[in-house]
């Protein structure tokens, strides 16, 4: 009689259960992801989460690899984002040797949803690491945008110098002397692919620009400046024999050193497209950095092909003004000499800094004299005193960073600017942007923490964080916040406005509308 009681029981719980469970059956989840290539052992992606109408994510799911191999971390944030309508969105990264790190790679995923009733979902879905499917822009896209980044690059305010040398180079040339600027140009963007390919092989950190981190660099360049600012302003004559030939060798000769001169100068600053081109450049194959490095210089070296093709580029006339527009040319050459000189001087003793102007007046006076050999033993020899000396240290290390994090655990909202004494575009942004009345209105408005990096010098743990968040120089600036605890990247020149806008976007309401779930 129990026995026939359970079953009549267990028939009516039945029935008024499976409605209930029929009602909410199969609370199918659809995922949909974004990949990006941080470099080759590690990838970020987005994950978004649909899930059927009346159904809420109420926890953080559980993902891991349907493969499990011991050489590939999976990481992922327990932060979920409603972004409403049953759409969530989860960041997770892969890190582990690049071998593996090829092809799809196999998640799964448990969601815990709760409609009338509450079940678990799994699914098994797949992640493309293939190169070609990590952005969404294909390679040519990105060679494309080297290509116009370098176009930019002639017209950037920090390139002023090297615009008014390029006009000095153009007006009047012959095609001996624009061959010898376009020489010069891709010889140094030759140069610097090989030394970052070499470096990266090496395990090195690189970036864009980061070559006037070092102070032998800049002992050369400054040197080279010093004496392009002596032979504008006529004061010595560079090698006669050269000088002399004005149809061959002398003039594609001080073409192509101008040329070499001016792109140097012209590296550390960033202009629109061209961040994106070398971020992707660097973290590409050889043949992608390559390809994209080579666009980016014939974009830089684009006016003298114009002038090639245009001879009426190269032959206008400023009438009365010639005289003028050649001491503004000479000008900037002087002011591009004393901003490398200073930048050397804050970078070594002061003892040195005398044992250099004693050096500029010995090489006027050899050159004036027109002492060459002498000239050219002086400076080998002032090249072994300066390898011998330990000038400075070349590497720095601070604490920034966890500046950054104690005040982003402490719910403040940060602003991260990471700059350096040679990027003039870093100069900008502060000057233009971030010192602009809208920006401290906003800054003071919202209590924003300002934090400055520095990468006048060498320092590995910046940029490791500038490559984790896919770039590979500076100008670099991000806002974090309680909202935005992985930060909101701006651009490389950002208008006062985006800043704005990001800082508000970052602090945003203290508490948003969820439903069930805000930030689990």
Same mark, same amino acid.
């Given at each position: 009689?129990?026995?026939?009681?359970?079953?009549?029981?267990?028939?009516?719980?039945?029935?008024?259960?499976?409605?209930?469970?029929?009602?909410?059956?199969?609370?199918?989840?659809?995922?949909?992801?974004?990949?990006?290539?941080?470099?080759?052992?590690?990838?970020?992606?987005?994950?978004?989460?649909?899930?059927?109408?009346?159904?809420?994510?109420?926890?953080?799911?559980?993902?891991?690899?349907?493969?499990?191999?011991?050489?590939?971390?999976?990481?992922?944030?327990?932060?979920?984002?409603?972004?409403?309508?049953?759409?969530?969105?989860?960041?997770?990264?892969?890190?582990?040797?690049?071998?593996?790190?090829?092809?799809?790679?196999?998640?799964?995923?448990?969601?815990?949803?709760?409609?009338?009733?509450?079940?678990?979902?799994?699914?098994?879905?797949?992640?493309?690491?293939?190169?070609?499917?990590?952005?969404?822009?294909?390679?040519?896209?990105?060679?494309?945008?080297?290509?116009?980044?370098?176009?930019?690059?002639?017209?950037?305010?920090?390139?002023?110098?090297?615009?008014?040398?390029?006009?000095?180079?153009?007006?009047?040339?012959?095609?001996?002397?624009?061959?010898?600027?376009?020489?010069?140009?891709?010889?140094?963007?030759?140069?610097?692919?090989?030394?970052?390919?070499?470096?990266?092989?090496?395990?090195?950190?690189?970036?864009?620009?980061?070559?006037?981190?070092?102070?032998?660099?800049?002992?050369? $360049?400054?040197?080279? =400046?010093?004496?392009?600012? #002596?032979?504008? &302003?006529?004061?010595? @004559? /560079?090698?006669?024999?050269? !000088?002399?030939?004005?149809?061959?060798?002398?003039?594609?000769?001080?073409?192509?050193?101008?040329?070499?001169?001016?792109?140097?100068?012209?590296?550390?600053?960033?202009?629109?497209?061209?961040?994106?081109?070398?971020?992707?450049?660097?973290?590409?194959?050889?043949?992608?950095?390559?390809?994209?490095?080579?666009?980016?210089?014939?974009?830089?070296?684009?006016?003298?092909?114009?002038?090639?093709?245009?001879?009426?580029?190269?032959?206008?006339?400023?009438?009365?003004?010639?005289?003028?527009?050649?001491?503004?040319?000479?000008?900037?050459?002087?002011?591009?000499?004393?901003?490398?000189?200073?930048?050397?001087?804050?970078? $070594?003793?002061?003892? =040195?800094?005398?044992?250099? #102007?004693?050096? &500029?007046?010995?090489? @006027? /006076?050899?050159?004036?004299? !027109?002492?060459?050999?002498?000239?050219?033993?002086?400076?080998?020899?002032?090249?072994?005193?300066?390898?011998?000396?330990?000038?400075?240290?070349?590497?720095?290390?601070?604490?920034?960073?966890?500046?950054?994090?104690?005040?982003?655990?402490?719910?403040?909202?940060?602003?991260?600017?990471?700059?350096?004494?040679?990027?003039?575009?870093?100069?900008?942004?502060?000057?233009?942007?971030?010192?602009?009345?809208?920006?401290?209105?906003?800054?003071?408005?919202?209590?924003?923490?300002?934090?400055?990096?520095?990468?006048?010098?060498?320092?590995?743990?910046?940029?490791?964080?500038?490559?984790?968040?896919?770039?590979?120089?500076?100008?670099?600036?991000?806002?974090?916040?309680?909202?935005?605890?992985?930060?909101?990247?701006?651009?490389?020149?950002?208008?006062? !406005?985006?800043?704005?806008?990001?800082?508000?976007?970052?602090?945003?309401?203290?508490?948003?509308?969820?439903?069930?779930?805000?930030?689990?």
């Amino acid at each position: 009689m129990r026995a026939c009681l359970n079953k009549i029981c267990v028939f009516f719980l039945l029935l008024v259960i499976l409605p209930e469970v029929r009602g909410n059956n199969a609370p199918n989840i659809n995922i949909t992801t974004a990949v990006t290539k941080i470099d080759d052992s590690s990838f970020n992606c987005e994950l978004i989460i649909n899930t059927a109408q009346g159904w809420k994510l109420t926890q953080a799911p559980e993902i891991t690899l349907q493969n499990p191999k011991e050489n590939i971390q999976l990481k992922y944030d327990s932060n979920v984002e409603s972004l409403g309508d049953g759409q969530y969105r989860v960041n997770i990264s892969f890190t582990g040797a690049p071998a593996l790190l090829r092809g799809k790679l196999g998640l799964s995923i448990e969601c815990f949803l709760c409609g009338k009733v509450c079940t678990i979902v799994s699914k098994n879905f797949s992640v493309s690491l293939t190169p070609e499917n990590t952005t969404d822009y294909g390679f040519w896209m990105f060679v494309l945008s080297g290509f116009i980044g370098g176009l930019i690059l002639n017209f950037m305010p920090c390139v002023l110098p090297v615009i008014l040398m390029k006009l000095r180079m153009l007006k009047g040339a012959s095609k001996v002397a624009l061959f010898g600027s376009i020489a010069g140009n891709y010889a140094t963007f030759g140069v610097l692919t090989a030394v970052l390919v070499a470096l990266k092989i090496s395990g090195e950190i690189v970036g864009w620009g980061l070559h006037f981190q070092n102070v032998f660099f800049l002992e050369v $360049i400054t040197i080279i =400046l010093f004496l392009l600012m #002596l032979y504008s &302003f006529e004061i010595i @004559t /560079l090698f006669p024999s050269f !000088e002399a030939n004005v149809s061959s060798k002398g003039l594609f000769f001080g073409n192509f050193l101008s040329a070499v001169v001016s792109s140097i100068i012209a590296i550390p600053c960033t202009a629109p497209f061209l961040g994106t081109a070398a971020a992707f450049a660097i973290q590409g194959s050889l043949a992608e950095m390559v390809t994209v490095f080579f666009a980016i210089a014939t974009g830089f070296t684009f006016p003298y092909f114009i002038a090639l093709a245009v001879p009426e580029v190269k032959t206008f006339n400023l009438g009365r003004f010639s005289d003028i527009f050649k001491k503004i040319v000479n000008f900037g050459v002087a002011i591009t000499f004393c901003w490398l000189f200073w930048l050397l001087t804050i970078r $070594i003793e002061v003892w =040195l800094v005398i044992v250099h #102007l004693a050096f &500029f007046i010995v090489l @006027t /006076l050899c050159f004036k004299k !027109e002492w060459y050999k002498t000239a050219v033993a002086i400076i080998a020899a002032f090249g072994v005193l300066i390898g011998v000396v330990n000038i400075t240290q070349n590497e720095t290390k601070n604490d920034v960073l966890q500046q950054v994090q104690r005040a982003v655990e402490s719910n403040q909202t940060v602003l991260f600017n990471i700059s350096a004494d040679w990027c003039l575009t870093c100069k900008y942004n502060k000057l233009n942007v971030l010192a602009s009345k809208k920006v401290k209105a906003a800054i003071q408005k919202h209590n924003v923490v300002v934090i400055e990096g520095d990468l006048t010098r060498k320092n590995n743990e910046l940029m490791h964080f500038i490559h984790e968040h896919n770039r590979v120089g500076i100008p670099f600036t991000i806002i974090y916040s309680r909202n935005a605890k992985d930060g909101i990247v701006l651009d490389e020149i950002p208008s006062a !406005e985006d800043v704005v806008k990001a800082i508000e976007r970052a602090k945003g309401p203290v508490e948003q509308n969820y439903d069930s779930i805000k930030r689990i």
